[in-house]
């Protein structure tokens, strides 16, 4: 793994970028997951520098989506470009990778899960423009978005992974997200996360305008978060699909590729569950 993420920084971990923007954290799971499940195949096995190079460079596409996501219109024009820019600079080095590797059918596959991602987004962005999005269907979107393009690499795993594989990869996603959730219950980020979706689904006309205010009181804020327990709904969630992902990971049929699964997701276990104690 470390090796993996070493490769993956020369692609990351670009001066300019790193001086003049803010971006999201490079998908280091998923990437050391979706190479385990290469690196394991033997039925479908592929050499191993094609393995090395889909798994950075779908997280590379993946962390160009990500990147866009973040451009605000209230942004300085500056920052809005360079995140643009980024976020453009990353889905070429995923191309040049795979061209490098002499995998064609890799990059249009990419493509096509981009293409389905990005309507995925519109179709979301469309019901929250128009205050319409649930929280569950905000979260699912959410894990729709994350694990879309992994999961469009499952044929070429073995058979017995293939039915795994795609529950792994999203519960994984639903598991980083909601510790992050956790998070985003102050003024500063609550708009448009999982707790905002909950309270305009479920609350009080007088709730709902507070949230739609361009700045949140927040001793007002806390007293609706703590109505609706929103902390503990999010860590029960977290809990469960924790539990989830152990279950899924135990029914692996090879005992190597598990253990190594599990030694990777270890961190996230670990997050959620610091996540979870400091909102206790």
Same mark, same amino acid.
């Given at each position: 793994?470390?090796?993996?993420?070493? &490769?993956? !920084?020369?692609?990351?971990?670009?001066?300019?970028?790193?001086?003049?923007?803010?971006? =999201?954290?490079?998908?280091?799971?998923?990437?050391?997951? +979706?190479?385990?499940? +290469?690196?394991?195949?033997?039925?479908?096995?592929? =050499?191993? @520098?094609?393995?090395?190079?889909?798994?950075?460079?779908?997280?590379?596409?993946?962390?160009?989506?990500?990147?866009?996501?973040?451009?605000?219109?209230?942004?300085?024009?500056?920052?809005?470009?360079? &995140?643009?820019?980024?976020?453009?600079?990353?889905?070429?080095?995923?191309?040049?990778?795979?061209?490098?590797?002499?995998?064609?059918?890799?990059?249009? #596959?990419?493509?096509?899960?981009?293409?389905?991602?990005? @309507?995925?987004?519109?179709?979301?962005?469309?019901?929250?423009?128009?205050?319409?999005?649930?929280?569950?269907?905000?979260?699912?979107?959410?894990?729709?978005? /994350? $694990? /879309?393009?992994?999961?469009?690499?499952?044929?070429?795993?073995?058979?017995?992974?293939?039915? &795994?594989?795609?529950?792994?990869?999203? *519960?994984?996603?639903?598991?980083?997200?909601?510790? $992050?959730? +956790?998070?985003?219950?102050?003024?500063?980020?609550? @708009?448009?996360?999982?707790?905002?979706?909950?309270?305009?689904?479920?609350?009080?006309?007088?709730?709902?305008?507070?949230?739609?205010?361009?700045?949140?009181?927040?001793?007002? +804020?806390?007293?609706?978060?703590?109505?609706?327990?929103? #902390?503990? !709904?999010?860590?029960?969630?977290?809990?469960? @699909?924790?539990?989830?992902?152990?279950?899924?990971?135990?029914?692996?049929?090879?005992?190597?590729?598990?253990?190594?699964?599990?030694?990777?997701?270890?961190?996230?276990?670990?997050?959620?569950? $610091?996540? *979870?104690?400091?909102?206790?």
């Amino acid at each position: 793994m470390d090796g993996l993420m070493d &490769t993956a !920084k020369k692609y990351t971990e670009y001066d300019l970028i790193q001086k003049y923007t803010s971006l =999201p954290e490079f998908p280091e799971l998923r990437t050391g997951m +979706l190479h385990a499940f +290469l690196r394991f195949a033997k039925e479908k096995a592929l =050499p191993p @520098k094609l393995q090395e190079a889909l798994s950075i460079a779908v997280s590379l596409m993946q962390h160009a989506l990500d990147s866009h996501e973040l451009v605000r219109a209230g942004d300085e024009q500056r920052r809005r470009q360079l &995140t643009v820019l980024a976020g453009d600079y990353f889905s070429s080095r995923f191309y040049q990778l795979l061209s490098q590797a002499g995998s064609v059918h890799a990059i249009g #596959v990419i493509a096509q899960a981009v293409c389905e991602v990005n @309507k995925m987004k519109m179709n979301v962005y469309a019901k929250a423009k128009r205050l319409l999005l649930t929280a569950e269907e905000y979260l699912l979107s959410k894990v729709d978005i /994350h $694990s /879309h393009l992994y999961i469009a690499f499952a044929p070429w795993l073995d058979e017995r992974d293939r039915q &795994t594989f795609p529950a792994i990869f999203r *519960t994984v996603v639903e598991c980083e997200f909601i510790a $992050s959730e +956790l998070a985003r219950t102050k003024p500063d980020n609550v @708009k448009g996360g999982w707790a905002y979706w909950y309270v305009l689904q479920n609350g009080t006309p007088e709730e709902a305008d507070l949230l739609g205010r361009e700045v949140i009181d927040g001793d007002r +804020l806390q007293t609706v978060m703590a109505k609706y327990n929103i #902390v503990g !709904k999010l860590s029960d969630m977290w809990e469960t @699909k924790a539990e989830e992902l152990r279950s899924l990971l135990r029914m692996i049929g090879s005992d190597k590729l598990a253990d190594e699964l599990f030694r990777l997701a270890e961190p996230l276990f670990a997050q959620g569950k $610091s996540a *979870t104690a400091q909102q206790i």
